[in-house]
């Protein structure tokens, strides 16, 4: 993900069963202080806009996604994509054995979002944590610079 200094914003590609989260989320990301290029796509169209469009990160919602189902879906974008993979739930948190599941079979960064049934916190208070955390996740991916003159030492973190 990283495109050095003023090579403009980080292209998020977001995929999501929930239109009200896509848009509270693409609105909160496209406004942050470095704000997004965000596409947001169904999960059954995820595959195909991966093959076809430039982006940094895949934002995966895991929420009405059925787990064997993400798994799979993550694997195949996985194959055409070389973005790293963030996954957003609010029901699946740090620490529970579904995540846990996910994560050992998905190689990605998690955040969780605002806690409830609904988004729309995303629009108000919840909004600029979410979206600090999100970029936070997108930003852990990008290699360190161990000796501060922009050559690094590893690989994708």
């Not at 579904?98 to 108000?124: E, M, T």
Request: glycine fraction near 12%.
């Amino acid at each position: 993900m990283d495109r050095g200094a003023g090579a403009g914003p980080t292209r998020v590609l977001l995929a999501t069963a929930d239109p009200v989260f896509a848009a509270l989320c693409q609105r909160a990301l496209e406004a942050a202080a470095r704000p997004c290029a965000v596409t947001v796509v169904t999960p059954s169209e995820l595959l195909a806009a991966a093959r076809q469009g430039e982006h940094d990160v895949l934002l995966l919602d895991a929420d009405r996604q059925e787990a064997g189902a993400l798994r799979t879906l993550a694997t195949k974008v996985m194959l055409v994509s070389d973005g790293p993979v963030v996954l957003v739930s609010a029901y699946l948190g740090p620490g529970s054995p579904g995540l846990g599941a996910l994560l050992q079979s998905i190689p990605a960064r998690f955040v969780q979002k605002p806690q409830g049934g609904s988004s729309l916190s995303i629009a108000s208070d919840d909004g600029p944590p979410f979206v600090a955390a999100l970029q936070a996740a997108f930003t852990a991916h990008e290699p360190a610079d161990f000796d501060g003159d922009g050559a690094s030492g590893g690989g994708r973190g």
